[in-house]
Each structure stands twice: as structure tokens, then as C-alpha cells.
């Protein structure tokens, strides 16, 4: 028997998948607006992402899914999904539970602005790595 109640995934075809079926994925707070991150989602993430109403990426160097704050606890809420104009680029706009996106325990991945020829690093660490995921822990998560 057909489970009636799927979410329909027709509208995965409309995405212009890159040659290794991915596309990049940005995490904006829904809040705020801020740019929290960029990861990339397979079909399965995608779907997965819109049926669990939270933000789960794929992950090139582990060849795997993740879901966002699997060992961190840094779990992203996603409260609209948007598409570029181009099918190319997908927008997720999340609550980002813990306030800290980045493995390195800053708010957000994009900390570093350039000043004079320089990467400055213009947002502080919330908290240690070491303290979010142990010495041996997964920082990617």
C-alpha cells in the first residue's frame, strides 16, 4: 500500500543539480537575516530536510548525510526553504538553536572580513570547539 501522506518530490526536478547531483545550501537566520553558513544538499538532503523541518547537508568529505548539530547540538530549525532565480542556489532560513553555526563556535561561518589586503577576524568564538565537541569529536556537525 502507498503511503498517502508523503510530501510529493516533484519539485526536486526543478533544481539544477550540479554534476555530482549537489547544490549549495545557505543557512540565513530567519531572525535576524544574518548569513550563517554554506553547505551543500544532495536530493536526499533536500528532502529529507523539508520532511524533518530541519537542516540536514551533505557531506563531500565524508561522503555521507549530516544533519546540522548531530554531535554539537547546534541544530538548525528551518522555517522557509527559497530558490535563485537560476534553480541553482537554495536559501534556508533557520533558527539556529545555541546561536553558534560554525564548528569553529562562532555565531557564523563568515567571521573574516577583509581589511587592507588582510582576512580579519571580526566576530568572537562563543564557545571553545574543544567544549562543543571533545577532543576527538566531528567538527563538521
Known sequence: MQDTTAIPTDWLDEIKWDDQGLVPAIAQDAASGDILMMA???????????????AIYWSRSRGKLWRKGESSGHVQLVSEIRLDCDADVIVLK???????????????????????????????????????????GDPSA
Open 40 to 54: 551543500w544538499m544532495n536530493r536526499e538532503a533536500l528532502a529529507l530536510t523539508v520532511a524533518e523541518n530541519r
Open 94 to 136: 533557520v533558527d539556529q538553536l545555541g546561536d553558534i553555526a560554525c564548528h569553529t563556535g562562532r555565531r557564523s561561518c563568515f567571521y573574516r572580513r577583509l581589511e587592507n589586503g588582510d582576512w580579519v577576524s571580526v566576530e568572537p568564538v562563543l564557545k571553545e570547539p574543544d567544549a562543543i565537541y571533545g577532543k576527538q
